[in-house]
Nanobody, 118 residues
Framework: QVQLVESGGGLVQAGGSLRLSCAAS????????MGWYRQAPGKQRELVAR???????NYADSVKGRFTISRDNAKNTVDLQMNSLKPEDTAVYYC????????????WGQGTQVTVSS
């Protein structure tokens, strides 16, 4: 099993910045693509950004140019730098990875709240 622990959420004004961090532990050899998802009240969980072990990235259109995902394979961490935050970025943000050896098996962190005030 892989355990994921997020940190760095909080309250920020629109236009501000936050940095989220996620640390993985446990069976880290199972870690594959790592990513950040978010879920706003009344909405489905959606992909924000993801990154492969080789550094290839994908972003949701809504965050392109504002958010940057990065990964440290040696430390088993993945960060999300969020700039120019908007009220619509308000959500619980979850760290995620899929299991390299089990198809469609995912691990999730407990989530961290990000609130952007207008």
């Amino acid at each position: 099993q892989v355990q994921l622990v997020e940190s760095g959420g909080g309250l920020v004004q629109a236009g501000g910045s936050l940095r989220l961090s996620c640390a993985a532990s446990g069976s880290i050899y199972r870690i594959n693509v790592m990513g950040w998802y978010r879920q706003a009240p009344g909405k489905q969980r959606e992909l924000v950004a993801r990154i492969t072990s080789g550094g290839s990235t994908n972003y949701a259109d809504s965050v392109k140019g504002r958010f940057t995902i990065s990964r440290d394979n040696a430390k088993n961490t993945v960060d999300l730098q969020m700039n120019s935050l908007k009220p619509e970025d308000t959500a619980v943000y979850y760290c995620n990875t899929d299991d390299k050896f089990r198809r469609s098996y995912y691990y999730w962190g407990q989530g961290t709240q990000v609130t952007v005030s207008s």
